[in-house]
């Protein structure tokens, strides 16, 4: 049986702090990640970036955020025949794999769990991300595996975007380029895309776009500069019916500790700006609204439970973000379950739950864990 949440308890009269810990967190754990100081994630009421899911207010999706022991890890996994993975922050933060996380993969295969690793890091292809995960122990497949660059170029597969005739213009780097190879959908730009330099009025009036560009796809772009967001606003305000699809909408991710140092070291104090940032910039002066193909957006979800013939009711998420992992599970009644080993911290949890069932308010999670090796009853 699972034991009432001292965590709620604890925490719930007096505030968080990332110095106050659940009672049966080790000494030696590392403390929970910080607030970075530079980009804290805006839990208030209101801040919601994604539309479309007033439904979760209305539903009441809210969970008690209950603090689960390892020794009581196993239970919360008993009624679930499908859990869905967040990568980053989950199985690993930066560089370090978070401690027992491959036995915690093996042991609930052993116990005929179906494992999905469904990830808003859209910097490589589902080929790429076998590669990760194996450097790091684990042991998966390519068809268990759902990144943001899949689920894009798998949206525009869905509403027959071949069918068109039409290509796709690419803000991305090359996970999401393969992925469109992979799906046989046309495109230009991507990382090695010599972009016309759009630096001044003048050469930006005598732009001549491609007019064969029927939908602009932005993931990850660490080469995004001004002309390629010029040359994507001038598609969505001037080719009639281009679609505007992004990988994600996450303005940051965790960096972790140093890079290869060990994982008990203090985690870094830096964010990395990465999607968000790129969609903002295209967005903001087209003042068009994307589809948001992986996490949350709503064509996820229902795509995912599609594919794998999944049950809702028997299917839990765990993932590090309220604002995406959370959100996912949530809104398709899932159970949620959110560690301690990315983004989201216990003060900020504590803080959205001051406003949780608010309109714009983000969902809670049924359980928090130290780290996904709970589920599995280790440390
Ligand atoms: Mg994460």
Known sequence: MLMHSRFAQTFAHRGASSKMMPPSVPSSRPAVPASNGVSKPDVSVRSYPHAGNQALVDRKAIGKAEFIRPEDGKAVMDDIDCII???????????????NSPETLKDLRARGKKLLFVTNNAGKSRKGYVKRFTSVGLDVSPDEIVPASFAAAAYLDSINFKATGKKALCIANSGTEEELQEHGIPYIGGEKWREPLLDSADKIKDLVI???????????DGLLSYSRIVYASCCLR???????????????????????????????????????????SIAHPTGKQPVIAGKGGSWLFPYLMAKYNLNPQRTAMVGDRLDTDIVLGAEGGLKTIMPLTGVTTLEELEDAKKVAGQPGALPIPDYVINTVATLAGLP
Do not use: S
């Not at 993975?85 to 401690?99: A, E, M, S």
């Not at 007019?211 to 990850?220: D, K, S, T, Y």
């Not at 699809?245 to 990465?274: E, I």
């Open 210 to 220: 491609d007019e064969n560009i029927g939908a602009v796809v932005v993931g990850f």
């Open 238 to 280: 001037e080719l009639p019916g281009c679609l505007f699809v992004v990988t994600n909408v996450d303005p940051n991710d965790n960096l972790g500790q140093p890079t290869k140092a060990p994982f008990n070291q203090q985690p870094l104090r830096r964010m990395m700006p990465v999607t968000g940032t790129m969609v903002q």
């Open 85 to 99: 993975f967040d990568c980053d922050g989950v199985l690993w933060r930066g560089f370090n794999t978070i401690p």
